[in-house]
C-alpha cells in the first residue's frame, strides 16, 4: 500500500524507512511520545523519518482515572492503552534505559528478560522521561507507602484496600480494627486529594452494600499537606506563576472534610512504619495504608546529563522545544522546563506533556522535511480541575470558575477526549453506565508467582512494638540496622529479656507459643523479613552460593523455628 501502511485488526504497522530518512528517538512513552508520534505520523508513514520510541512498559497510564480505578469504578485495565497502537507506525522498543550518551548520539537500552543490552541511535532526540517519585521525603516512604506515579503500585493499592476490609470484616480487637481502616494519604496536591476523595465515597459503598458488619464510623481518612492549603496548584502556590483560585481551594476543602476526611495542612508524614504514622507535629495515627504523594524529583538518568537546567532539575528548553545550544536535542514533559507564551513554566501536568509533544513534533517536520526554522510554543493553557470526591469537582477554564457537579461533569468530558486511545474510552464509557447497576469492582486479585520469595523491607520508629506473641504473624524478622528489645510482660510489668542488634533474628517463637512477650525496637530499626517456610530455602541457597559471594559474607542463621530463643545469628 502507498505510504507503507498495512491496516488489518491490530491497526498500522511500521515499514521501514529510506536508508537516508534521518532518526527521530524519543526516549520515554508518555504523553509527549503520543503526540510526537501523532505529529509525525505521515512523515513516518511516507518514509520520511525513522521515527522509534523508547519506553519501558508495553502499555500507556491515564493518571487522570487512576483514583476512579484505585476505587473500583474502573476496570484496572481500562486505564491503560497500548503502545503499539498509539506510537504506530513508529517502532517500540521495549526496554529499561540504562545510559544517555548525547556526544556520541545513542542510548544504551536493557531487556526485561535478562537485562541483555543494546544501543539507539539518533540524528534527533527528544528527551520525555518524567519524574521520579521522592522517596527520600521521610523514613519509610519507600518501605511502607503506596505510590501514585507507577501502575504495580496503583493496582497493589486497590488491592490492599479491599483486603484492609476483608480483614477488618473479621478482626475483633477494636484497637487493630481502627488500624486496618485508617488510611493516610501524603500530600495534598491533584492526586492526593482526588484519591482522599475518592476513598471516603468508596468506604460508604463498600460499607453499606459490600461489607454490613463494618460501620462507616470506623473509617478513619487523613489528608496531610504540608502547604498552607491542599492543591496548591489551583491555589498559586506550586512556582508556575499561575493565576490563584483560592475560592476552588475552600470549595475542595469544605467538600472533604463534609465527606469525612480530616484534612491537615501545614502538617507533613514525618516517620512511617508498617503500623503507623508520625506526622511533624509529634501525633501517632496507628494504620495499614498509607498513600504518598508527596511530589517528584528528576530521574538519576536526566539528572547525569550535562544539559542546561533549573532549580528543580528539569533541561531546561527554548520555546521551541530544543535544548539551548544544542541543535538536535529536543525536551518536554516533566523534565523539562518549558517556557510558557507569556512568561514561567509549563506546570507538571499531562496537558501540558500532550501539547509539549504535538509542539516538537511539528518542529522536527518543519527542521527536517521542510528545511525551515522551528516555531515557539504558543499554547496559553486550557484550565486545570481535580474531582473531590462523590459526583463533585473544582475546575477553573479560561479563567472560569466550576465546582460541584457541573465541574464534576465538565473535567470528565475533558479528561476523556484528552484520553489516547478510542477503543478504551468505550470501555470507559461502559464502565461508568454499568458500575451504578452492578456496583463497584470489589474483587482482591492476588497475582505473583507463589514460587519467589517474599522479602519485604521493614522500618520501625523507636519505641515501636514490632510483633507480639498475638499479632507475630507469618515472618522472620533479620535486623539489618538498629536495636531490638524482647520483652516479657507481667502483672502490669515489663521486663527486657535480651537486647538484639544486627543479624539477629526474631518473631516466629509465638506462632507456637502463649508466653506474653513482644519485640519493641530499641532506636529506628531497619530488618528484613522473610516468610518463614521460605527461609530455610532462601539460607540454603546462600550458603551454596557463599564461595561466589566470599568467604567474608554473613549469612544469617534462619529456620522453620528461627527466634525461638531470639538467639543471635551464628
Not at 508513514?45 to 482515572?65: K, M, P, S, W, Y
Not at 470507559?428 to 514460587?451: K, T, Y
Request: overall charge neutral.
Amino acid at each position: 500500500m502507498d505510504g507503507g501502511l498495512r491496516r488489518g485488526y491490530n491497526g498500522p504497522v511500521e515499514t521501514p524507512a529510506r536508508e537516508d530518512a534521518p532518526r527521530v528517538v524519543v526516549l520515554g512513552g508518555g504523553y509527549v511520545a503520543i503526540t510526537v508520534c501523532r505529529a509525525l505520523r505521515q512523515a513516518v508513514a511516507e518514509r520520511q523519518i525513522d521515527l522509534t520510541v523508547v519506553c519501558a512498559d508495553n502499555f500507556h497510564v491515564f493518571h487522570g482515572f487512576v483514583g476512579e480505578m484505585v476505587t473500583g469504578r474502573l476496570s484496572p485495565s481500562h486505564i491503560l492503552s497500548p503502545v503499539r497502537r498509539l506510537f504506530a507506525p513508529a517502532h517500540v522498543h521495549v526496554g529499561e534505559i540504562q545510559r544517555i550518551d548525547l556526544a556520541g548520539q545513542r542510548a544504551v537500552v536493557a531487556r526485561q528478560l535478562d537485562g541483555h543490552r543494546s544501543e539507539v541511535t539518533w540524528d534527533h532526540v527528544v528527551l520525555s522521561l518524567g519524574t521520579a517519585d521522592r522517596t527520600d521525603a521521610y523514613p519509610g516512604l519507600l518501605e511502607h507507602a503506596f505510590k501514585l506515579r507507577e501502575y504495580r503500585d496503583c493496582f497493589a493499592l486497590k488491592n490492599h484496600i479491599l483486603q484492609m476490609f476483608e480483614q477488618a470484616d473479621i478482626e475483633s480487637d477494636p484497637e487493630e480494627r481502627r488500624r486496618l481502616l485508617t488510611f493516610v494519604v501524603a500530600g495534598g496536591g491533584y492526586a492526593g486529594t482526588e484519591v482522599a476523595g475518592e476513598l471516603s465515597d468508596f468506604a460508604r459503598r463498600l460499607t453499606r452494600r459490600e461489607y454490613p458488619r463494618v460501620r462507616l464510623d470506623e473509617c478513619r481518612f487523613v489528608l496531610a499537606h504540608p502547604g498552607p492549603t491542599i492543591l496548591p496548584e489551583l491555589y498559586g502556590d506550586d512556582g508556575s506563576g499561575a493565576k490563584a483560585h483560592p475560592r476552588l481551594v475552600e470549595f475542595a476543602t469544605s467538600r472533604l472534610r463534609e465527606l469525612g476526611v480530616d484534612v491537615r495542612t501545614e502538617t507533613r508524614v514525618a516517620f512511617a512504619t508498617p503500623n503507623e504514622v508520625t506526622l511533624s507535629d509529634g501525633e501517632r495515627i496507628p494504620t495499614r495504608t498509607i498513600i504518598s504523594s508527596v511530589g517528584t524529583r528528576p530521574h538519576d538518568i536526566v539528572a547525569g546529563l550535562d544539559l542546561p537546567k533549573d532549580a528543580r532539575g528539569r533541561i531546561r528548553v527554548q520555546r521551541t522545544g530544543r535544548v539551548a545550544g544544542a541543535d538536535n536535542i529536543w525536551a518536554g514533559g516533566d523534565c523539562s522546563a518549558f517556557p510558557m507564551p507569556r512568561g514561567g513554566d509549563s506546570p507538571s501536568v499531562a496537558l501540558y506533556a500532550y501539547k509539549h509533544g504535538g509542539h516538537i513534533g511539528r518542529n522536527l517536520k518543519r527542521v527536517l522535511i521542510q528545511r525551515r526554522r522551528p516555531k515557539p510554543f504558543r499554547f496559553p493553557g486550557l484550565g486545570q480541575g481535580a474531582s473531590v470526591g462523590r459526583r463533585s469537582a473544582v475546575a477553573e477554564l479560561q479563567g472560569v470558575e466550576l465546582t460541584g457537579l457541573l465541574a464534576w461533569v465538565v473535567w470528565r468530558v475533558l479528561l476523556t477526549y484528552y484520553f489516547p486511545s478510542w477503543d478504551r474510552r468505550l470501555h470507559l464509557l461502559a464502565d461508568w453506565a454499568i458500575w451504578p447497576l452492578v456496583g463497584r469492582d470489589v474483587v482482591a486479585m492476588r497475582v505473583g508467582d507463589g514460587g519467589d520469595y517474599d522479602v519485604r523491607h521493614n522500618v520501625y520508629s523507636e519505641g515501636e512494638i514490632i510483633v507480639t506473641e498475638q499479632r507475630a504473624g507469618r515472618y522472620i524478622h533479620i535486623i539489618v540496622d538498629g536495636e531490638v528489645e524482647i520483652l516479657h510482660s507481667s502483672d502490669g510489668r515489663e521486663v527486657v529479656l535480651k537486647t538484639l542488634g544486627p543479624g539477629d533474628t526474631f518473631g516466629q517463637r509465638w506462632l507456637e507459643s502463649f508466653e506474653t512477650e513482644s519485640a519493641r525496637a530499641r532506636t529506628v530499626v531497619r530488618t528484613l523479613a522473610l516468610r518463614r517456610e521460605q527461609a530455610p530455602r532462601l539460607q540454603e541457597v546462600m550458603r551454596s552460593a557463599a564461595p561466589i559471594i566470599g568467604e567474608s559474607a554473613h549469612i544469617p542463621t534462619i529456620s522453620a523455628s528461627a527466634g525461638d530463643d531470639a538467639r543471635p545469628a551464628e
